[in-house]
């Protein structure tokens, strides 16, 4: 009997199968990360504003910390599905190992610098002298969690390479509950106070990052993988995150020149933008996931030498990524009323909001497309041009940004130049694309 041929339809349809299976999954463990700081936040806030201050200094200061290593996951996506694609199981496994261990690694070297440190960093963060030791105390606590927190995110690029987001959901929610209940019974019922949070979370993320090895370590043996470090293969989980350490070092240099131009308009424009950023963020979790998508399964391809396909699935995820960047957009314009009494009741602030959130909205589809392609390119293993793609962006944003008090326009003008970010992005990503320079196919780039 003759098969059918397939049609690009069938072919669309095939990637939209693949896309929602894992973004969705990967959308729900975004989603659960920053809720380990809203429990810590809920929980710390009732013994006192100076706990809850040195809550806020301890966990900026940690947040940046791991954000900037989270080229763990990205690259070892990227690395593992091409071997998947492949069809080499056990070599995907042992790079994933090889990303394990750089984790372990560079865990043990942060926890060196923070512990002694703990202090001047608390102070250089601008700590009052009341929030300052509730801040170092976590912190230095804490700082003893960050190998696991980065084993998690190594083994978390592993299992997304082996096309599987489901288990990342089911830990991070299992992690979420276990680090409500620990801060709970460690704060209160053992009265440990901010203490109590900071062991809290260490707890619940080494028992993540102990699942997650169990997991890989059991898939090691059936494949027969070698589970022992290998410092060739470490150095080149190294190498291959470098690019993308540039790439995450800009976009946070971003974020934080944005951060104080916005400080120099006044507190209500200030009060305004933390909420327009933190709405952004939000937003940026759903267009994340697809891209968490395309990172598994543009590898994937690539290391089953099928370019074609994988240009078929950018194209898709591009048009997944502008739908769902349009639907946001609509989202925010008309949720605006009821979402900024939820962090205000100042008419100032919300006046100086509202402009600000419809820029916002408009630039969804943008964002959209910048976060697909980010994550096509980062599966593709092409780290190298996206660094020196964000350090193009950041060379353009950042008289932008500071032009702002002196020629005026407020917030409005700020998230203008927001937007003009993320449009250079767009460009080059879009540039990049287009050229199929990043279409490298075989088990390695």
């Not at 929980?43 to 806020?56: C, D, K």
């Not at 995110?153 to 997304?160: D, M």
């Not at 980010?374 to 962006?393: E, Q």
Request: proline share 4%; net charge positive; hydrophobic share 60%.
């Amino acid at each position: 009997m003759t098969q059918a041929p397939v049609t690009p339809r069938d072919t669309r349809r095939q990637h939209d199968r693949e896309i929602v299976t894992l973004a969705v999954p990967a959308f729900g463990a975004l989603v659960a990360e920053p809720l380990f700081v809203m429990a810590d936040s809920a929980i710390v806030g009732h013994l006192g504003t100076a706990q809850l201050a040195g809550l806020g200094v301890a966990s900026a200061l940690l947040t940046t910390a791991v954000s900037v290593f989270v080229f763990l996951a990205y690259a070892t996506t990227a690395a593992v599905a091409r071997r998947v694609g492949a069809g080499d199981l056990p070599a995907a496994i042992r790079q994933g190992m090889d990303g394990i261990w750089l984790a372990i690694l560079l865990g043990a070297l942060v926890i060196t610098v923070v512990l002694p440190t703990a202090p001047a960093l608390v102070d250089l963060f601008g700590a009052s002298h009341t929030a300052a030791p509730y801040a170092t105390t976590y912190l230095r606590i804490s700082a003893l969690g960050i190998p696991a927190m980065l084993v998690v995110l190594a083994s978390t690029g592993v299992l997304r390479g082996l096309q599987d987001t489901k288990t990342p959901l089911y830990v991070a929610v299992a992690g979420f509950v276990a680090n409500a209940a620990l801060n709970v019974g460690l704060v209160y019922g053992v009265g440990l106070g901010i203490a109590g949070s900071a062991w809290g979370t260490v707890i619940a993320q080494c028992g993540m990052a102990a699942v997650y090895l169990v997991v890989v370590v059991r898939g090691a043996r059936r494949h027969g993988a070698s589970l022992r470090p290998d410092s060739a293969g470490i150095r080149a989980s190294a190498q291959a995150g470098a690019p993308l350490l540039v790439r995450t070092l800009s976009l946070r240099a971003i974020l934080m020149i944005a951060t104080a131009v916005a400080a120099r308009l006044g507190d209500a424009d200030i009060a305004a933008h933390q909420i327009a950023l933190s709405l952004w963020s939000l937003l940026a979790f759903a267009l994340d996931a697809i891209a968490i998508a395309g990172q598994a399964i543009i590898g994937r391809y690539l290391g089953a030498d099928d370019a074609e396909g994988a240009r078929q699935a950018c194209r898709r995820m591009v048009e997944w990524g502008v739908a769902v960047g349009v639907v946001l957009g609509l989202v925010v314009v008309l949720a605006r009323p009821v979402f900024l009494p939820l962090f205000t009741s100042d008419s100032a602030v919300k006046d100086v909001a509202l402009p600000a959130l419809v820029i916002v909205a408009l630039s969804q589809p943008i964002c959209g497309v910048v976060f697909v392609l980010d994550g096509v390119l980062m599966g593709a293993g092409d780290g190298p041009y996206l660094a020196k793609a964000m350090l193009v962006t950041l060379a353009i944003f950042t008289p932008a940004a500071l032009l702002v008090p002196v020629l005026g326009g407020g917030l409005t003008a700020l998230w203008a130049a927001m937007t003009l970010m993320m449009t250079v992005r767009m460009l080059t990503l879009w540039l990049r694309a287009r050229s199929g320079r990043w279409l490298v196919t075989g088990a390695t780039r």
